[in-house]
């Protein structure tokens, strides 16, 4: 079953996409954020009722080996005005790099980093769902997942 035949098939009122750092090279900005709004495109038009949380990619520690965060940036920048363009409040731009990212130095805080300066520490996790949740209850997704669940 291919990921959007398993959206249809679970039928959840969220689903949440965090994709993008392998592909910083292969796309340019704005190519990689219309494939991301594809990608939500396509779920909502199986799950019509979902709510879709789009994930920034994350900061990565300043001369890790993959990536820049002026890279990175550039590739959010691109990503939350699609998403945004969407006019959709089912369609959400998470910023989950402004929870890392230590803003004295632009890169991702040290509490946060993995030993690789590109992978996340289980703090990091426990950081980002800590904001999402408290983020997700200043958008509309609360009663849209009380409406999707009374259609199920």
């Known amino acids: ?72 940036r550039e590739f959010n920048s691109s990503l939350e005005w699609v998403i945004n363009d969407m006019q959709s409040p089912q369609a959400i731009y998470f910023n989950n790099h402004d929870v890392l990212c230590d803003w004295n130095t632009g890169s991702i805080g040290w509490e946060y980093a993995g030993a690789d300066g590109l992978h996340l520490n289980s703090s990091a996790y426990s950081a980002m769902l800590n904001y999402l949740f408290n983020y997700l209850d200043t ?14």
Not at 33 to 55: D, F, Q, Y
Not at 60 to 72: F, P
Not at 141 to 149: L, M, T
């Open 1 to 72: 079953m291919g990921v959007y035949d398993a959206a249809g098939y679970v039928y959840s009122p969220l689903y949440y996409i965090s994709i993008g750092m392998n592909d910083i090279y292969t796309y340019s900005a704005d190519d990689y954020a219309w494939k991301i709004r594809g990608i939500a495109e396509e779920i909502l038009a199986r799950v019509p009722t979902a709510t879709i949380v789009v994930s920034s990619i994350t900061p990565v520690s300043d001369g890790n080996y993959y990536t820049t965060n002026d890279r990175i």
């Open 139 to 152: 958008t509309s997704a609360y009663e849209q997942i009380v409406a999707h669940e009374s259609t199920y």
